[in-house]
């Protein structure tokens, strides 16, 4: 089977119909319009967008320049909190913003009007303390509903804010800081995870003598066991009693930074890529009206992690965009049992659902009869993102919850989802990432920058601006310049590859270093892991490739299965990938482990996989691990 035959037989599922129950005429009549003024130019559609929000400043112009340095709305300004907070809160007060539950089970609610008191009062208290416009504010704690309230008065008094995962280990937390250069840090004293308390305030003093730009930190007392304050040290509570004057509201430049993101990986140097305030603003309220759809007495759980950039989007800045009630939960979602997500759908009576792709994997994990205890009635969307969506999985959560599953994809850059199918109108297809919604444009190209036909693999790039593209590097620009518009001159690279099939669906294959020489054959690693999980007893799968002195590379394959013994799944796998790819597909090795290591976003960190293949242990970045206890288990599974 040649290459074209293998990605045929891949992204070969039909087109299927959306229900007529979740059928929205009034919905497909707008996008019908947003495509229109899409096909016309884009910038109409934009200027659409511009016109759901309230300005301070009306612009002067959609946008100029092009990919690698382009503004939005010159003349204008704008402010995120306005938006987001205010504008409800004089609209909507009595709507509930969001709805928070912690592990161990206690909850918070706030509505439009809390939510814009608790944020004024926060923001008049960090002017207090000298943080001002442009000062960088880092927000080092979990889905908190001080997380929202943190970096909406962040918006307020134009601060640039950073979220640092709460995860983060002491060197991890020290280099961010030092490079964002951050003026505060707003901190919770502990989270819950998996029933204990992880100590973060502890860490960020561990962390404090390498930053020496921070001048305050702000104590937010989560487990209520009382905090001894230190030096520089000021409580939360106290600074919402001190100020309730508030801060007045900064209009902002569209374009001047709203706030930085650091990836990680196995570079030496954390990379802060930086989003804009009109931008971002814009982008991500769009991508939440495709996306989720939402109407008035709906319920949007954004179950992923505030270090995640998706939180931000669909719910701190895109969903409070729209008006929404956020559910927000702080904990793992097998804590304390496997139920932990029904309980928390129904308690809130959820009508839409976002995560990663790993969360429907675990739930079918846990099987159907624990799904068919826990009926959700009011559910009416899945969507997912960050990682490949498999086919199996897909149409596993199809039948068990019988709502569309809309499948989309972005990037920490693009600072947004840009192509899936729009909730409510467009039909789905297991496993693809749909079309562009407007506004958006790219192609598939081959090593040369040329533009390969249907069927045929490439490498992915965005071909004209869009608001929530990152606009820089923080304090490199040249590094954005390199890594994102070196390889491709006048376009964006993904660095991801992908391939269009002949509805016009894309399929995003994995990362371009993802994709392993065999024998002279290149083999995409998200391509081979799509036939693993078709195995009856495999629920998650991962591939990564290791050095072989023969083939160049060979394929490794890691599954956790069902059932009972495994002992006749490795060679059960090995025979499928061949009978389905071809030989030279077939994994060298299939292990059965337990756990992965996983970010707590639930992405497999195949990095550090591939390194205790070849090393014995994992030597790059693991500050994003969800469960270190994951590489043990991984480890041992390696040696067995």
């Known amino acids: 089977m040649d290459d074209r035959d293998t990605l045929a037989a891949l992204i070969s599922a039909p087109l299927q119909s959306l229900d007529e129950r979740w059928r929205s005429p009034e919905r497909a009549a707008e996008l019908a319009e947003a495509r229109a003024l899409h096909d016309r130019d884009p910038d109409d559609y934009w200027a659409w967008v511009a016109g759901k929000h309230r300005w301070l400043t009306p612009w002067r112009s959609v946008r100029s320049g092009e990919l690698g340095d382009f503004h939005y709305f010159e003349g204008g300004r704008i402010n995120v909190a306005d938006n987001c907070v205010d504008r409800w809160a004089e609209s909507t007060p009595d709507r509930l913003a969001v709805v928070w539950e912690g592990e161990p089970g206690d909850s918070r609610t706030l509505t439009y009007a809390e939510l814009a008191d608790e944020v004024n009062r926060l923001a008049g208290g960090l002017r207090s303390l000298g943080i001002g416009h442009g000062d960088v504010v880092a927000v080092y704690m979990p889905n908190l509903v001080e997380a929202f309230t943190a970096i909406h008065a962040c918006n307020k008094i134009g601060a640039i804010y950073t979220v640092l995962f709460s995860g983060f280990g002491r060197d991890a937390v020290a280099s961010r800081l030092a490079a964002a250069r951050a003026k505060a840090v707003v901190v919770a004293d502990a989270i819950y995870r998996r029933g204990k308390p992880v100590e973060l305030l502890e860490t960020l003093r561990a962390a404090l003598p390498d930053a020496p730009s921070v001048e305050s930190v702000v104590v937010v007392d989560r487990t209520q066991r009382g905090v001894e304050l230190a030096p520089g040290e000021v409580s939360y509570a106290a600074l919402l009693a001190e100020h309730p004057e508030g801060a007045p509201t900064v209009a902002l430049d569209p374009d001047e930074p709203a706030f930085l993101i650091f990836t990680s990986g196995t570079e030496s140097r954390p990379k802060g890529v930086v989003h804009s305030v009109g931008g971002f603003l814009l982008g991500t309220w769009a991508n939440v009206h495709w996306q989720a759809g939402p109407v008035e007495g709906d319920v949007y759980w954004v179950a992923a992690d505030v270090g995640w950039l998706t939180f931000p989007i669909q719910?701190?800045?895109?969903?409070?965009?729209?008006?929404?009630?956020?559910?927000?939960?702080?904990?793992?979602?097998d804590t304390p049992g496997p139920s932990r997500f029904y309980d928390v759908c129904a308690k809130h009576g959820v009508t839409q659902v976002l995560c990663a792709p790993t969360v429907l994997r675990m739930l079918r994990k846990f099987g159907d009869d624990l799904a068919a205890s826990h009926p959700l009635p009011r559910l009416a969307l899945i969507t997912v993102q960050g990682e490949p969506l498999d086919g199996e999985t897909f149409t596993w959560?199809?039948?068990?919850?019988?709502?569309?599953?809309?499948?989309?994809?972005?990037?920490?850059?693009?600072?947004?989802?840009?192509?899936?199918?729009?909730?409510?109108?467009?039909?789905?297809?297991?496993?693809?990432?749909?079309?562009?919604?407007?506004?958006?444009?790219?192609?598939?190209?081959?090593?040369?920058?040329?533009?390969?036909?249907?069927?045929?693999?490439?490498?992915?790039?965005?071909?004209?601006?869009?608001?929530?593209?990152?606009?820089?590097?923080?304090?490199?620009?040249?590094?954005?310049?390199?890594?994102?518009?070196?390889?491709?001159?006048?376009?964006?690279?993904?660095?991801?590859?992908?391939?269009?099939?002949?509805?016009?669906?894309?399929?995003?294959?994995?990362?371009?270093?993802?994709?392993?020489?065999?024998?002279?054959?290149?083999?995409?690693?998200?391509?081979?892991?799509?036939?693993?999980?078709?195995?009856?007893?495999?629920?998650?799968?991962?591939?990564?490739?290791?050095?072989?002195?023969?083939?160049?590379?060979?394929?490794?394959?890691?599954?956790?299965?069902?059932?009972?013994?495994?002992?006749?799944?490795?060679?059960?796998?090995?025979?499928?990938?061949?009978?389905?790819?071809?030989?030279?597909?077939?994994?060298?090795?299939?292990?059965?482990?337990?756990?992965?290591?996983?970010?707590?976003?639930?992405?497999?960190?195949?990095?550090?996989?591939?390194?205790?293949?070849?090393?014995?242990?994992?030597?790059?970045?693991?500050?994003?691990?969800?469960?270190?206890?994951?590489?043990?288990?991984?480890?041992?599974?390696?040696?067995?």
Request: contains cysteine; charged residues 20%.
């Open 397 to 640: 959560a199809t039948e068990t919850y019988g709502v569309p599953i809309v499948n989309a994809y972005g990037q920490t850059e693009t600072g947004s989802t840009w192509t899936y199918p729009v909730t409510g109108v467009d039909d789905l297809k297991a496993g693809s990432a749909g079309t562009p919604v407007p506004g958006h444009a790219f192609a598939v190209v081959d090593e040369e920058g040329r533009e390969v036909p249907a069927g045929v693999k490439g490498n992915l790039v965005m071909t004209r601006p869009f608001p929530t593209l990152a606009r820089t590097v923080w304090d490199d620009h040249e590094r954005y310049l390199s890594t994102y518009f070196g390889r491709f001159p006048g376009r964006y690279a993904t660095n991801d590859e992908a391939v269009v099939d002949a509805d016009g669906h894309l399929w995003v294959l994995g990362r371009a270093d993802d994709v392993i020489n065999v024998a002279a054959h290149r083999l995409s690693t998200m391509e081979i892991e799509a036939v693993v999980t078709t195995h009856p007893r495999v629920v998650e799968a991962a591939v990564v490739g290791i050095p072989d002195a023969t083939k160049g590379t060979v394929p490794i394959a890691f599954v956790t299965v069902t059932g009972g013994s495994a002992d006749e799944v490795p060679d059960e796998v090995r025979a499928l990938v061949a009978d389905t790819i071809g030989g030279i597909a077939r994994p060298d090795r299939v292990i059965v482990t337990a756990a992965m290591p996983k970010t707590r976003t639930g992405k497999i960190m195949r990095r550090l996989m591939r390194e205790v293949l070849l090393h014995g242990e994992a030597r790059s970045d693991t500050s994003a691990l969800e469960d270190p206890g994951s590489l043990d288990t991984l480890s041992a599974a390696v040696r067995a």
């Open 315 to 333: 719910a701190v800045i895109g969903g409070l965009a729209h008006g929404s009630t956020i559910a927000c939960y702080e904990g793992a979602l």
